[in-house]
């Protein structure tokens, strides 16, 4: 139910083109286009034939009493719907033709902005295309992956290689000194030799130690009173 508050919209009024007080440009431009669109049809030119030759053959050969546009006044009606139609027909193409190039130019401007966008994507796909290119320098290849791969697999097997032959040598330089150890057992010699240098160090400096030790009891010995058994032989003398 419309409330009573609210003013009541006035309703427009239609007629055949689509106007009631103001016409509606969309609806007379779209009626002139029809119109323009059949009269450029070969119906149009046949119709209008057909009608053109009626009316000269009734007006020529019909009785006079009977002839509304006769030939003694050189068909003066038949010119006068000539001239009119003629002075319709041009006005309603100019209208087409200009609805045509509204049409035309809201395709152009719609057609330049897409060529727009099409110039923007290929401008932005060109530098992501150059960037990748870019990237993929510092990327490593699969050759170059294979190829370091290859160098850490030599590197590897040299070490091994020299591993093996430390080892080898370490166990040759081990058997060496175990034979050399038994022969010193075997000879009488310290079953436990100084095993470093410190030890023989240490050693040695020990040696020094006592030898300075008895060097320093000596004199006393020397200065030492006799005993009274030694002093008997000179008493007898």
């Known amino acids: 139910m419309q409330n009573l508050g609210t003013p009541q919209e006035a309703k427009k009024r239609r007629s055949f083109f689509g106007w009631g007080s103001n016409p509606n440009p969309d609806a007379f431009g779209q009626m002139t286009e029809k ?5 450029g049809t070969p119906q149009f030119l046949l119709w209008m034939s057909v009608f053109c030759a009626l009316w000269l053959g009734w007006n020529t050969l019909a009785p006079e009493e009977l002839q509304f546009d006769p030939r003694s006044l050189n068909f003066t009606l038949l010119t006068l719907m000539l001239s009119l139609q003629a002075s319709y027909a041009a006005p ?4 087409a033709q200009n609805r045509q190039d509204d049409r035309d130019r809201v395709v152009a401007q719609q057609d330049r902005q897409r060529d727009q966008r099409n110039l923007e994507e290929t401008e932005y796909l060109t530098r992501e295309i150059a960037s990748l290119r870019i990237s993929l320098r510092e990327v490593a290849t699969r050759d170059f992956v294979r190829g370091e791969l290859r160098d850490l697999l030599e590197d590897i097997q040299e070490a091994q290689r020299r591993q093996e032959e430390l080892l080898a040598r370490a166990e040759f330089l081990a058997g ?3 034979l050399d150890e038994e022969g010193q057992v075997a000879e009488g010699a310290n079953p ?4 470093s240098s410190f030890e023989a160090l240490d050693e040695s400096t020990r040696e020094r130690k006592r030898k300075k ?6 004199p006393d010995d020397d200065l030492s009173v006799p005993s009274p058994a030694s002093a008997r032989p000179s008493d007898s003398r």
């Not at 119109?35 to 009269?39: D, G």
């Not at 436990?192 to 095993?195: D, E, L, Q, V």
């Open 176 to 178: 060496r000194a175990h």
């Open 192 to 195: 436990h030799p100084a095993t």
């Open 213 to 218: 030790v008895m060097d320093i009891d000596r």
């Open 92 to 95: 309603l193409l100019l209208l």
């Open 35 to 39: 119109i323009a669109r059949f009269m």
